[in-house]
Nanobody, 126 residues
Framework: QVQLVESGGGLVQAGGSLRLSCLAS????????MGWFREAPGLEREFVAA????????YYADSVKGRFTISRENAKNTVHLQMNSLKPEDTAVYYC???????????????????WGQGTQVTVSS
């Protein structure tokens, strides 16, 4: 059974940094794409970043490009999201997700993902 467990959320001032982690277990993820999404109150779930587990290809939403970095540690089955220069509008619950179909143009679409973590709250104060 696939499990995704996020950690690293918290409260930070605008301009600060946080590093989210997603520990994946339950199978081999070599062929998977891994993504980070976020959901703010009253808004739809939004794509943030994705990475190909095998090749390390990455893709970012325009709103976070240049500020956020997604990476993976294959040996630890962990995906990270380094978030720098945080803004109040980054406040949301952040979710890790796994997509069995692998890398492709679909990695920005939440409905393509097969497994989700429980989410971790990120709050950025102004």
């Amino acid at each position: 059974q696939v499990q995704l467990v996020e950690s690293g959320g918290g409260l930070v001032q605008a301009g600060g940094s946080l590093r989210l982690s997603c520990l994946a277990s339950g199978r081999t993820f070599d062929s998977y794409a891994m993504g980070w999404f976020r959901e703010a109150p009253g808004l739809e779930r939004e794509f943030v970043a994705a990475i190909s587990w095998s090749e390390g290809d990455t893709y970012y939403a325009d709103s976070v490009k240049g500020r956020f970095t997604i990476s993976r540690e294959n040996a630890k089955n962990t995906v990270h999201l380094q978030m720098n220069s945080l803004k109040p509008e980054d406040t949301a619950v952040y979710y890790c997700a796994a997509e069995e179909g692998g890398w492709g143009p679909q990695v920005g679409a939440a409905y393509e993902y097969d497994y989700w973590g429980q989410g971790t709250q990120v709050t950025v104060s102004s």
